[in-house]
């Protein structure tokens, strides 16, 4: 693989890593200020969505910018190929956990499946999280993907 294309991948995963930290932080404080607007969990999921949309299009449009400049039959161009279906296939899985987990009654959650790891973080707008809630999503994570209990998160945000 050419120092060009490990630098462009290197780079979608240090972005990926990137919003995971400043989300992060906004979970542990609670709130965030930017450009003097505070942003709280009334409208962080709406937030959340709309970063993971705009990291996801970009590391999309720069596998597809690989996929392009590489030969037809290329190691780059190959794993190019099945980052790009791994990334399409965890955006799917995310939205699938989410759409249920709502169904069930939650008013709000995000599910965050890792690119590079086996962890699954569930974000659900709850006011008071439950056991046996916790245990309704586990069961409902559990169900569509195969991930074992330890590598299960779930945070709840009223």
Known sequence: MSKKRKIIILSCMIALLAVT?????????????DDSTVVNSANYFSQYRSER????????????????SAEIDSPERSDALSMKIEL???????????????????????VVIGLDSDNVNVIAKSPELSTDDAIMIYSIVSEEINVSPENVKIIPIS
């Open 21 to 33: 930290a400043v989300f992060n932080f906004i979970l542990t404080t609670g709130t965030f200020e």
């Open 53 to 68: 949309i705009n990291t996801r299009n970009e590391e999309l449009l720069q596998l597809d910018a690989i996929i392009a």
């Open 88 to 110: 399409t296939e965890i955006t799917e899985r995310e939205l699938l956990l989410e759409s249920l987990i709502k169904a069930y009654g939650f008013e709000d959650a995000v």
